[in-house]
């Protein structure tokens, strides 16, 4: 009985480890892959250069090659901290502190989109069985990341690079984004590949700066932090003097980056009204509504004859900004999040989006605003503590893709 035994038992044990072993070995190399190219692509996609958005395209493949619920998670996780990498020194930047503060808002923000996106995934299916249900995750994923509550912090959306595949195509061209992606997810991806490169190279050789719209133009600025934070009288004659100094004979609205005139007050606007009186220029600036419950980040517009208040920002950067625990909590502060009110405003005679900041970084404010037909885009920011960081190139990449993809004129004014 010994030696039957001996001869039994040895010879599975032996023959099936190495087995297993290569067969783990096999997938740690190729989940480490998937991860590896996933930091690739959300460094190069999210770089800040606008032809470089359709590189995150590729993210849906990866998420469909990879074996298993974690790896698919650990995947969008490269992906979307790698995107988002400027976040930790921008919010440093913001409380002149070290990185921690930027770290822990920037590792829950990227928890939603991984823990979306891993409880979408599901596994390859076999030979002749229907793919459609892999791309049907996906694409949940991508509109449940899109829209609030998730895409308050939906960035980094591969939707975005519709702009850049097929500029002029408005909806259509939004399609057929989204058909790309969800090819990417099955196994004729290599051939999704081929074709979104076709239409890569197309654009890219034909490719033009949105247009500006005429009769406006945005002005950017360089001050820094004191910008919004210095309300003094003396600032106010600066910036008219500025406005003054771009306005042409041809120029009759000029805007001016987010927070730039500080908080709007009667005083603020007669000194300016007073100023532009005698011409019919219309100044569009960034401004801060202050009341006992928190403040509006708001948009004016201002001329000889009138100025109002043109626009509520809908969705404030969340924590440095917009802050809802305060009013569960009764305190009062911070900034309110007008989430889809006022889409489209009228200045100039033109129906107009505006962008704020942070709306340029998430996807719903531009497409929303896209169903009321607008005829001018304008993104303002006030960027200066992104320095040392790509936020503010990505937001304008944003702003020209979705530029791009209807066919609008853009007017942009950042502070830096």
């Known amino acids: 009985m010994t030696p039957d035994i001996l001869d039994r038992s040895p010879k599975p044990e032996c023959s099936a480890s190495p087995g297993r072993s290569s067969s783990s070995i096999r997938d740690g190399s190729r989940a480490a892959l998937l991860i590896a190219l996933a930091i690739i692509i959300g460094a190069v996609g999210w770089s800040g250069f606008v032809l470089a958005l359709p590189v995150a395209m590729l993210f849906p493949a990866l998420w469909a090659l990879s074996r298993s619920r974690l790896?698919?998670?650990?995947?969008?996780?490269?992906?979307?901290?790698?995107?988002?990498?400027?976040l930790p020194q921008g919010v440093a930047n913001f409380y002149a502190a070290d990185l921690w503060p930027g770290l822990l808002l920037w590792l829950p923000a990227s928890a939603s989109f991984v823990i979306v996106h891993a409880a979408l995934w599901t596994g390859r299916p076999g030979k002749g069985q229907f793919e459609a249900g892999r791309a049907t995750r996906y694409l949940a994923a991508t509109i449940v990341m899109v829209l609030p509550p998730f895409g308050i912090t939906g960035w980094a959306q591969a939707i975005t690079a519709a702009g850049v595949l097929f500029p002029g195509w408005g909806w259509w061209g939004l399609a057929?984004?989204?058909?790309?992606?969800?090819?990417?997810?099955?196994?004729?991806?290599?051939?999704?590949?081929?074709?979104?490169?076709?239409?890569w190279v197309w654009s890219a050789a034909s490719w033009t700066a949105p247009t500006?719209?005429?009769?406006?133009?945005?002005?950017?600025?360089?001050?820094?932090?004191?910008?919004?934070?210095?309300?003094?009288?003396?600032?106010?004659?600066?910036?008219?003097?500025?406005?003054?100094?771009?306005?042409?004979?041809?120029?009759?609205?000029?805007?001016?980056?987010?927070?730039?005139?500080?908080?709007?007050?009667?005083?603020?606007?007669?000194?300016?009204?007073?100023?532009?009186?005698?011409?019919?220029l219309t100044v569009i600036a960034g401004a801060a509504v202050l009341d006992g419950s928190g403040y509006d980040n708001v948009l004016v517009a201002i001329s000889a004859n009138q100025s109002e208040i043109l626009y509520r920002e809908r969705m404030p950067v969340p924590g440095s900004m917009w802050q809802p625990w305060r009013a569960w909590?009764?305190?009062?502060?911070?900034?309110?999040?007008?989430?889809?009110?006022?889409?489209?405003?009228?200045?100039?005679?033109?129906?107009?989006?505006?962008?704020?900041?942070?709306?340029?970084?998430?996807?719903?404010?531009?497409?929303?605003?896209?169903?009321?037909?607008?005829?001018?885009?304008?993104?303002?920011?006030?960027?200066?503590?992104?320095?040392?960081?790509?936020?503010?190139?990505?937001?304008?990449?944003?702003?020209?893709?979705?530029?791009?993809?209807?066919?609008?004129?853009?007017?942009?004014?950042?502070?830096?």
């Open 176 to 199: 057929a984004t989204a058909a790309g992606l969800a090819m990417m997810t099955s196994r004729y991806w290599p051939a999704a590949v081929l074709i979104l490169i076709s239409f």
């Open 71 to 86: 790896v698919a998670a650990m995947v969008s996780a490269g992906y979307f901290l790698t995107a988002s990498r400027g």
């Open 329 to 416: 909590t009764g305190d009062a502060g911070g900034a309110r999040a007008h989430f889809f009110t006022n889409p489209v405003v009228v200045a100039g005679g033109n129906r107009i989006v505006p962008l704020i900041c942070y709306e340029q970084l998430v996807v719903w404010p531009a497409l929303q605003s896209m169903l009321h037909s607008p005829d001018i885009i304008v993104a303002t920011g006030n960027g200066w503590w992104t320095s040392g960081t790509s936020i503010v190139a990505i937001q304008q990449a944003s702003s020209i893709a979705w530029a791009k993809l209807f066919g609008l004129p853009l007017v942009s004014a950042f502070n830096r």
């Open 212 to 280: 500006l719209p005429e009769g406006w133009k945005g002005v950017d600025l360089d001050l820094g932090q004191s910008l919004g934070r210095d309300t003094s009288l003396d600032r106010q004659r600066v910036l008219i003097a500025t406005v003054v100094a771009n306005a042409g004979d041809n120029t009759y609205v000029i805007v001016l980056p987010e927070s730039v005139l500080g908080f709007w007050t009667p005083t603020v606007e007669r000194l300016w009204r007073e100023a532009l009186r005698g011409g019919n």
